[in-house]
T-cell receptor, first 114, second 111 residues
Framework: KAGVTQTPRYLIKTRGQQVTLSCSPISGHRSVSWYQQTPGQGLQFLFEYFSETQRNKGNFPGRFSGRQFSNSRSEMNVSTLELGDSALYLC?????????????FGEGSRLTVL | TQLLEQSPQFLSIQEGENLTVYCNSSSVFSSLQWYRQEPGEGPVLLVTVVTGGEVKKLKRLTFQFGDARKDSSLHITAAQPGDTGLYLCAGVGTSYDKVIFGPGTSLSVIP
């Protein structure tokens, strides 16, 4: 069974640019969550999508957005990049078990903003 | 706002030693998970504890969920270099709104 796939794995952008990251969940998983991981802040929740609808959102500015397609694949977009957006962006999929909420993570997309 | 704290933040021990990592919160969680993350990889789920007071064992790892479902601990017996990594606890809110992660404990086991 294929795991969660994230693309691209690495990318370098400059301030002011925008970036789109992609995530393909495990087959059958309908929930996709996005997290930002930095050494100083740890794993910070960005948003969660379920059946193409954003179900929850973390405390990030509107420059961070996402969407989910009918096949459960998800994308997140960051516009007007800032140096502080440099981070590992992790996508996780879930079967949405209300008792456990177990997450299956991809390897992440490492974004460097220069 | 639900927050999770972990201690210690960093831990460096010799192979064969025992260690315990703690995860604490003032909030109640419906369940709590432990993940391990290795450099360049995403976190991988180790265990989920659901019932207050629950104890789960995974080979040399023992996980415990507090009676009040606000805290948890991870005990590793006879640590090995392969145990090196970032250990993250994560709480699932009682309304299942999102999964909140602690800041992590970075463990280094020296051969």
């Amino acid at each position: 069974k294929a795991g969660v796939t994230q693309t691209p794995r690495y990318l370098i952008k400059t301030r002011g640019q925008q970036v789109t990251l992609s995530c393909s969940p495990i087959s059958g998983h309908r929930s996709v969550s996005w997290y930002q991981q930095t050494p100083g802040q740890g794993l910070q929740f960005l948003f969660e999508y379920f059946s193409e609808t954003q179900r929850n959102k973390g405390n990030f500015p509107g420059r961070f957005s996402g969407r989910q397609f009918s096949n459960s694949r998800s994308e997140m977009n960051v516009s007007t990049l800032e140096l502080g957006d440099s981070a590992l962006y992790l996508c996780a999929s879930s079967l949405v078990d209300r008792n456990t909420g177990e997450l299956f993570f991809g390897e992440g997309s490492r974004l460097t903003v220069l | 706002t639900q927050l999770l704290e972990q201690s210690p933040q960093f831990l460096s021990i010799q192979e064969g030693e025992n260690l315990t990592v703690y995860c604490n919160s003032s909030s109640v969680f419906s369940s709590l998970q432990w993940y391990r993350q290795e450099p360049g990889e995403g976190p991988v789920l180790l265990v989920t504890v659901v019932t207050g007071g629950e104890v789960k064992k995974l080979k040399r790892l023992t996980f415990q969920f507090g009676d009040a479902r606000k805290d948890s601990s991870l005990h590793i017996t006879a640590a090995q270099p392969g145990d090196t990594g970032l250990y993250l606890c994560a709480g699932v809110g009682t309304s299942y709104d999102k999964v909140i992660f602690g800041p992590g404990t970075s463990l280094s086991v020296i051969p």
